[in-house]
């Protein structure tokens, strides 16, 4: 209850505040213009909506922050891996700064 208060209370705020100018600058099309750039932005998009989604749930919810917590660290421990690999093969090739044959 407090959460939706603080919210509430944050929404009103920023109807006070006075506007600034319009000040649009022209950078060019937001639109993606190759499929890369098309699948980045749907990418973007969806991993905002599951921050935003995971915050809301959380400041309503608060028994949801052990199973966000641990969809988390198990995401990064899986992305830590292939890093984890490549470092230990440097460090194989390149012990003490000399290269071995």
């Excluded at 980045?40 to 905002?48: G, Q």
């Excluded at 090739?93 to 044959?101: D, P, V």
Aim: proline share 6%; charged share 15%.
């Amino acid at each position: 209850m407090r959460y939706f208060l603080f919210l509430l209370l944050m929404s009103s705020c920023s109807s006070l505040t006075p506007s600034l100018p319009n000040m649009s600058t022209s950078i060019g099309s937001s639109t993606p213009t190759t499929a890369v750039g098309a699948v980045m932005k749907e990418t973007t998009d969806n991993i905002w909506q599951w921050v935003i989604l995971s915050i809301v749930l959380v400041m309503f919810f608060p028994s949801m922050r052990e199973p966000i917590r641990a969809f988390l660290s198990a995401l990064f421990t899986v992305l830590r891996l292939p890093l984890d690999h490549i470092i230990m093969l440097y460090n194989q090739k390149f012990k003490n700064g000399k290269e071995e044959n």
